[in-house]
Every structure is written in C-alpha cells, then in structure tokens.
C-alpha cells in the first residue's frame, strides 16, 4: 500500500507542476533557466523535475543550477551531497558565496538582508551564464504566506507571481512549484530520500513568515477551504488591472 501512495503522490506531484507550466506559460524553446538550489526540500523538489522536463522535446530549454552561500550566516549544507545529486540529474551546479553588514540596515530583519542578497547574487550569475530565467522554489504555502504577510504589514493584498518580469535587471522569475502545497512536498523529499540540510538558518524560527504559518494554521481550522480561497483571490488580483 506504501508503495502506490508513494507513486499516487509522485504524480500528483508531477502533474501540478507541469500544470503550473502550462497555465501560466514558464517555459519557452530555447530558455536558458538558472535553479536556486538552496539545499532545502523545495529547492531540491525543483530541481528534479525541471531536469526531467528538460528532456522532453518541447519546450526545448536548458538548466544550470546555483547554491548561493552567505558567509555571515551559520546555516549548513552538504556542498558535495549537493552537486553529486545536481550531477547525477545532468545539471552543472556552480557555488556562489555572498555576504552582508546587517549594521548598515536597521529597517530590515535578517531574513529580508539574506533573501535580498542571495537574490542579487543569482541575478549577477544568471547574467554571466547567459541565463533569462531564474526558477525559485516557492511553493503554493509560501504565496499565500507572503499575501498576508504584506496585507498585515504593508498595508496591500499582492504576492509573488508565478512569472514576474524584471525589468530592471532584465530577467524573468519563475516559481514551478506555486501549485504544490508545502505538505505535499514535503512527503516528496521523503519519498525521493532528500537529504536534510546539515545546520539550519538560526533565525528561521524567529521570523514574521514562520509566525504567519501559525495564523494559517488556526485560519485553516476555522475553515479546511481557506487555502484554496486565499490562493484563488490571490491569483484573481494578479490577472485584474
């Protein structure tokens, strides 16, 4: 029985996100896609399946992976796990390091100084291997996390995009993964036999995100649909002008 469960949610899986492809049109021929491969579940998750994808004939569209480091942090990977796991799917993997003076911002958490300067970093890598897109490994919690975390806090009901151009920098961001709940992926990297990350992010318990998850949860218990509503008016907002 364990083991049809298994296969029933590695297609469920597999079928979202080739759905979240289709609906919202991440991939073309001939893309040249840049994975932030951060070591987590999700990140892991995207990997494997954009690899996959990436042998089917159409779209035709190529794949490199990144790690970004932050020196400043004391969070830990297994660095030769990682690319023995990006190689074994045919995907080069290139290891990037930054940092940051936290000292020089007072207006913004860890988490924001992190996020903000890894994101820089894979720009700049993306932009030296000739990439067009970057594929981050949201998933469909962290979008609707990220809508009320600026509904509380900024005051406006927007979330991250499944695609978001980028002007400035002239790149386009994609998230695969924006239909797939956390749960589900979590069994996933069970299933797949991902390995956990060494040391974890010391802040990550500490953060408005993680403080929200609880919210989520007692909303979710006040109403099982909750999810699927915040997701839908979410969406709903982004296609309205």
């Not at 083991?3 to 979240?20: H, P, Q, S, V, Y």
């Not at 589900?184 to 390995?195: D, I, P, R, S």
Request: proline share 3%.
């Amino acid at each position: 029985m364990e083991g049809k469960n298994d296969k029933r949610l590695c297609t469920r899986i597999d079928r979202l996100f080739n759905e979240a492809l289709k609906r919202y049109a991440l991939i073309n021929d001939g893309d040249r896609i840049l994975i932030g491969l951060s070591g987590g579940k999700d990140s892991m998750a995207l990997l494997q399946l954009m690899a996959q994808r990436s042998h089917i004939f159409k779209p035709r569209f190529n794949v490199e992976a990144a790690f970004v480091k932050i020196k400043n942090i004391p969070y830990q990977c297994d660095e030769n796990y990682l690319h023995d796991f990006a190689e074994s799917l045919g995907i080069n993997l290139h290891v990037l390091e930054t940092s940051f003076d936290e000292s020089t911002d007072h207006r913004h958490t860890h988490c924001f100084l992190c996020s903000w300067n890894r994101r820089k970093r894979l720009f700049s890598a993306a932009k030296e291997l000739g990439c067009n897109k970057i594929a981050l490994g949201h998933n469909k919690d962290d979008i609707i996390q990220t809508a009320l975390m600026n509904l509380t806090f900024e005051g406006q009901f927007a979330s991250m995009r499944p695609m978001m151009k980028m002007d400035k920098f002239d790149m386009t961001i994609i998230r695969p993964l924006c239909l797939i709940r956390e749960s589900e992926l979590k069994e996933y990297a069970e299933v797949q036999a991902f390995h956990k990350q060494m040391k974890n992010c010391p802040f990550e318990d500490a953060s408005r995100r993680h403080d929200m998850k609880g919210i989520i949860e007692r909303l979710e218990e006040m109403n099982p649909e909750f999810s699927y509503s915040c997701f839908h008016a979410i969406m709903k907002e982004e296609k309205e002008p």
